[in-house]
């Protein structure tokens, strides 16, 4: 059973559509992020839910908006997709408390053409 | 605001060399910290972690001693193995948002 996945795994669309990524976990975390994987590696944060509460919402546009339908599902939906917005996705979850870790999905590669 | 600065790859070795890569972090709290390892094609996965000053994280022969005088969380392993080729990701964890962090990431290749 894979604990953190993530749908689909690779999507390519044109500037301008509509598109969702889904992560589901079955790991019964409260916590559940999206970040953002440059071409470089760079990893950031984009937001974070814990039980279906908004907590961290970083410097992202307004195209973006997660949705968490209950605590083991975060969905990320883009709007009116843009060449920049190409890198690849990864969901995570955690459980709150000190000696936590995040478990990640296999990670989504968007390609904007 | 919390943020990780880790050393900029990429780092090349040869096969039984030692390894550092440098970690340093900026938190409004105390964070525990962590070192994940993403290979090729996959998603990040927990190498090591330390949840409080002084204490040393280690897996795989990698180690990480959590300083809090110097904000610092550096890695090491004293022989690389070619296996051990991967990014490298420092971070450091809030318990109270569950904010969690990350570094740009260090690319290790390790050459026979």
């Known amino acids: 059973d894979t604990a953190v996945s993530q749908t689909p795994k690779y999507l390519v669309t044109q500037m301008g559509n509509d598109k969702s990524i889904k992560c589901e976990q079955n790991l019964g975390h409260d916590t559940m992020y999206w970040y953002k994987q440059d071409s470089k590696k760079f990893l950031k944060i984009m937001f974070s839910y814990n039980n279906k509460e908004l907590i961290i919402n970083e410097t992202v546009p307004n195209r973006f908006s997660p949705k968490s339908p209950d605590k083991a599902h975060l969905n990320l939906h883009i709007n009116s997709l843009e060449l920049g917005d190409s890198a690849v996705y990864f969901c995570?979850?955690?459980?709150?408390?000190?000696?936590?870790?995040?478990?990640f999905g296999q990670g989504t590669r968007l390609t904007v053409v | 605001g919390n943020s990780v600065t880790q050393m900029e790859g990429p780092v090349t070795l040869s096969e039984e060399a030692f390894l550092t890569i440098n970690c340093t972090y900026t938190a409004t709290g105390y964070p525990s910290l962590f070192w994940y390892v993403q290979y090729p094609g996959e998603g990040l996965q927990l190498l090591l972690k330390?949840?409080?000053?002084?204490d040393k994280g280690s897996n795989k022969g990698f180690e990480a001693t959590y300083r809090k005088e110097t904000t610092s969380f550096h890695l090491e392993k004293g022989s690389v193995q070619v296996s051990d080729s991967a990014v490298y990701f420092c971070?450091?964890?809030?318990?109270?948002?569950?904010?969690?962090?990350f570094g740009a990431g260090t690319r290790l290749t390790v050459k026979p």
């Open positions: 995570a979850s955690s459980q709150p408390g000190r000696n936590t870790e995040a478990f």
């Open positions: 330390a949840t409080k000053a002084d």
């Open positions: 971070a450091l964890h809030l318990s109270f948002n569950n904010d969690m962090r």
